[in-house]
């Protein structure tokens, strides 16, 4: 794969006030997005997916900020490198939205405009990013209707989005997105309002969009399902931050994380008829409070000492894997996987 | 469209047949006081060949039909108290034009000034100029009408510098009546565009368009602001009804020639044909009112289906 950086994430933390309090939803995340790329960020609810990509739009919810780090993006036409964790005008980002950086939601349902012809949705994207305008940008839309798999795109152009069903409106999403002709696509769950045989015609759409329009995608989502299919990468992020990262293979075959482990164990896929399914204990960490140690711990019944009193840093497995976990420190007692693990590099998951 | 449009305005039409209906046979029960000027003076024969004359002693269906008869002849029939004798449709001709006149301006004044109010505060929202809408709406809401028509009235006058009797033909004596029709609606319009917006900004498709890269203003007209106004579409129609109903109080200030005030004058003076014309007046544009309002909904929403029930909404 090209290694050629498109955005850079060093040591971002994302705060919030709620009621008087200080919510630290990031803390201190280290991500790195390589062109061309699928990057999956893994992880359940309230785990910070959602709003660490939302920083790199400039969408946080007003009483949320960036408190410390950079976010380098070096996509730009001119080469340059803009560092979005400064930017502050609405000005400035509107030159990054859309333009360089796009976004696909989760629920196709209600992310278009109802009143709207959807051909006026996608002209609309056109107009603004590649100076098209009238008759040409009519054009151009129906081109993108087209790509994106809608049948006869031209009567389809002047429908409402009420004529179309869940997987369409999808569909014309990312066509939205794609007309803006960006660098990076961040997908916001796209798939987890759609039913299981329409994922996946979308997961296969948005890696044919990345050939076609040379996109990177971020792919956020809690469906490992999902992320086996399309990522290249994977991203798991646990209490705002990622606490492991590696290729689709290292995540799948060789996980060393006891979340991560946790996680795969929680696959359907993998339970066995009349078990009971594996499910996590306990609840996630209050982010209102200051973490010690590894956030992690308190779920984790094999939770080392250690790990209530030192947030570990980050151990290098392989040059594309690394994860935070004291057992991968040399003077820790080997803890084997469960046995899941096991399965699932032995084929057990399909 | 064309199907639904002519079904609605038929039903629209049985609707008014039945007030008509009802407002007739109710008028019937009431004192024959109303038919006579001079009721208490008269034999008991004369009035008998009074109510003879006026066919007020046939069967009630044979009078439903003559009356219904006369409405397709454009005859509303004859005032007998108010102003004996004299057509009914010849006392509203010279009232209702200036009454309809006050109404339009008021209602243009106030969908000018309430909707950039709403849209300016739902934009800054939680900002000073919300707050002082907020302050506007409050006010203009809690304080009975009656008051805050006097105050105008007290300074207005002598501020835009015009008399206290009315100058149906000079602008000047509109600008203080329009002003305090509209601002009641000011309000409302202010109010419910700035809630529904504020509504309408939280939605998913404003997170979309605005990662799309359209900027903040541009979110707020094209998207935010046209949804939003949808649902007030409804009442548009209707709010200017009540500002031409409600004007009573207004009229009777600046001694406006309108029909204000008229309806209770005759239903007090028990003047029974009158009341029958100016029901049927406020039905029809009641009714009129409504289906307007319905029919700009369809044409605003495109959700909202007009052939078959139960749109997909």
Not at chain 1, 104 to 126: F, R
Request: with cysteine; hydrophobic share 45%.
């Amino acid at each position: 794969m090209e290694q050629k950086k498109i955005l850079s994430v060093k040591d971002l933390e994302i705060k919030f006030h709620l009621r008087g309090k200080t919510l630290n939803a990031i803390r201190g995340v280290s991500l790195d997005l390589y062109k061309g790329e699928i990057l999956a960020i893994v992880g359940e609810s309230g785990s910070g997916k959602s709003v660490f990509t939302k920083s790199f739009m400039g969408l946080l919810d007003v009483n949320g900020f960036i408190s410390k780090g950079d976010i380098l993006y070096s996509g730009c036409d001119d080469g340059k490198t803009v560092n979005l964790a400064q930017l502050k005008k609405e000005k400035q980002w509107l030159k990054i939205r859309g333009h360089e950086i796009a976004m696909i939601m989760q629920d196709p349902m209600t992310s278009l405009n109802p009143l709207k012809t959807i051909g006026a949705q996608i002209v609309e994207a056109i107009t603004l990013h590649q100076n098209l305008k009238g008759n040409a940008a009519r054009e151009k839309a129906i081109e993108y209707l087209k790509d994106v798999g809608i049948p006869y795109p031209e009567k389809r152009f002047s429908q409402y989005p009420h004529e179309f069903s869940g997987g369409m409106r999808q569909r014309v999403v990312i066509a939205i997105a794609v007309a803006c002709n960006p660098q990076i696509l961040i997908c916001d769950e796209p798939t987890t309002a759609l039913d299981v045989t329409i994922q996946a015609q979308i997961l296969s759409l948005l890696k044919e969009m990345r050939e076609k329009y040379k996109l990177s995608i971020i792919m956020i989502t809690h469906d490992l399902g999902v992320v086996a299919n399309i990522a290249d990468r994977i991203a798991v992020m646990y209490a705002g931050d990622i606490i492991e990262i590696g290729t689709s293979e290292d995540i799948f075959y060789d996980p060393r994380h006891p979340y991560t482990w946790a996680l795969l164990s929680s696959l359907p896929q993998i339970g066995v008829k009349g078990e009971e399914l594996f499910s996590i204990q306990g609840t996630p960490p209050n982010l209102f409070m200051e973490i010690q140690g590894d956030a992690f711990a308190p779920r984790n019944p094999q939770a080392l000492k250690i790990d209530f009193v030192k947030r570990p840093p980050y151990f290098e497995v392989s040059p594309t894997h690394r994860a935070k976990t004291w057992l991968l420190d040399p003077r820790a007692p080997k803890v084997s996987p469960p046995p899941v693990v096991e399965k699932i590099r032995n084929g057990g998951i399909r | 469209m064309l199907k639904y449009l002519v079904k609605r305005i038929a039903r629209s039409f049985v609707t008014l047949l039945l007030i008509l209906t009802i407002v007739f046979c109710l008028l019937r029960l009431m004192p024959i006081e109303g038919y006579f000027p001079n009721f208490d003076k008269m034999t008991e024969q004369q009035i008998q060949v009074g109510l003879d004359e006026m066919g007020l002693n046939d069967p009630l269906p044979v009078q439903i039909v003559r009356f219904f008869n006369d409405l397709l002849h454009g005859d509303l029939g004859t005032s007998r108290i108010y102003r004996a004798n004299v057509a009914v449709t010849e006392i509203l001709k010279d009232k209702v034009p200036v009454s309809i006149r006050l109404g339009v301006i008021a209602m243009i004044v106030s969908l000018l000034a309430g909707l950039p109010m709403g849209a300016l505060m739902a934009r800054y929202k939680g900002k000073f100029f919300d707050h002082l809408g907020t302050v506007f709406i409050v006010c203009i809401q809690a304080v009975p009408a009656a008051v805050y028509y006097l105050y105008i009235q007290l300074y207005g006058t002598t501020a835009v510098g015009v008399g206290l009797l009315f100058q149906i033909n000079n602008p000047k004596y509109w600008i203080l009546p329009v002003i305090s029709m509209s601002l009641g609606n000011i309000a409302f319009y202010a109010m419910w565009l700035r809630r529904y917006m504020v509504d309408e900004s939280n939605k998913d498709y404003v997170k979309l368009a605005k990662a799309k890269g359209l900027s903040e203003g541009k979110v707020m007209f094209r998207h935010i602001f046209r949804n939003a106004f949808v649902p007030l579409a409804q009442y548009v129609p209707t709010a200017f009804l009540n500002t031409v109903i409600g004007s009573i109080y207004i009229e009777s200030l600046y001694s406006i020639p309108g029909m204000g005030g008229l309806l209770v004058t005759v239903v007090k003076k028990h003047d029974n044909t009158m009341v029958q014309g100016i029901v049927l007046l406020y039905a029809c544009v009641g009714v009129i009112g409504l289906l307007l309002g319905d029919l700009l909904m369809v044409v605003l929403d495109p959700r909202i289906s007009l052939t078959k029930k139960g749109g997909d909404r």
